[in-house]
């Protein structure tokens, strides 16, 4: 820790991130993350994800719309501003963004970059989307905070982002297909109504990781691969993330604190951006490895 504190007198490094990583803003704000918001686009009109629309009003526009939303990443431009003045008072630049197979903001943050000539800015996929890729945002944030220079924020959120784990479950795949996110999980469509699909992430692809009969039959399923994949004691950090279901959210948060040694739970509700493609009704859970 000294040496990351003699490091900070040397070098302020800020973390950028978009979106879809879903951080909570009370989160992103305590850490001193940028976020670079998406579009969420209903129709003629456009929205900023979490600033024109937060989760709450997006939902409520969706069943309310008889036209399906789509979504855009932000510009060069956007990330130009955002680069410029954070440079303005900080030596270097972490930006960390979701999977490129999943979104281009990753490549607009690339031309940003380039645009500038700056050797002040690195850029990263994490492969990860949602608290996944927030997960390792904040831990890269919190290295910045205790002094570490650039090169360890970056090894933070490349080590985090390669240990983190996703499922998730849907209410109908309608979303997933429609916006064209569904990737390995397509062998999934048609199914029975009975079939409730837990999804997870491979490659930054969407996939199945498993289907169970009966909603019923996801969280207890959930908890066997957590499980599986966890083995023995060790702690994790850990988040649950939904999508205007905070219900069964609340469920799988209490039955995961139940079932492993959290030594972070953050409870968070997906933005207008990953609910657009996962839909209402979504609930998940990610983690890690606290030593990772």
Not at 26 to 41: D, F, K, N
Not at 105 to 118: E, F, H, K, M, V
């Amino acid at each position: 820790m000294k040496s990351m504190q003699r490091g900070w007198a040397q070098m302020r490094v800020s973390v950028v991130t978009d979106s879809v990583a879903d951080l909570p803003r009370e989160i992103a704000q305590a850490h001193g993350v940028s976020i670079v918001p998406l579009t969420v686009i209903f129709g003629e009109e456009a929205f900023l994800d979490g600033v024109d629309l937060d989760s709450r009003g997006f939902f409520t526009k969706l069943r309310g719309s008889a036209v399906m939303p789509s979504t855009s990443q932000p510009s060069p431009a956007d990330f130009i501003q955002v680069y410029e003045d954070l440079l303005k008072t900080h030596d270097h630049i972490v930006s960390a963004h979701a999977s490129c197979k999943l979104s281009g903001t990753y490549q607009s943050a690339c031309i940003a970059r380039d645009a500038l000539g700056s050797s002040a800015i690195d850029v990263i996929d994490t492969s990860q989307v949602t608290m996944c890729e927030g997960l390792a945002v904040l831990e890269a944030a919190r290295a910045a905070q205790c002094g570490a220079g650039p090169r360890e924020v970056c090894e933070v959120v490349s080590r985090v982002a390669s240990s983190v784990r996703l499922l998730f479950t849907v209410d109908t795949l309608e979303f997933l297909e429609r916006n064209g996110r569904i990737g390995k999980a397509a062998s999934l469509v048609g199914a029975l109504l009975a079939i409730k699909p837990i999804i997870h992430l491979e490659d930054g692809e969407v996939a199945p990781a498993d289907k169970v009969l009966g909603s019923r039959r996801v969280l207890p399923r959930v908890i066997e691969l957590m499980d599986k994949a966890i083995g023995g004691s060790q702690a994790i950090c850990a988040s649950v993330v939904h999508a205007d279901a905070r219900e069964k959210a609340d469920e799988w948060k209490s039955e995961i604190e139940k079932r492993f040694e959290c030594r972070e739970l953050i409870l968070a509700e997906v933005g207008p951006v990953v609910g657009t493609h996962a839909g209402p009704g979504s609930v998940g859970v990610v983690w890690r490895p606290c030593t990772a």
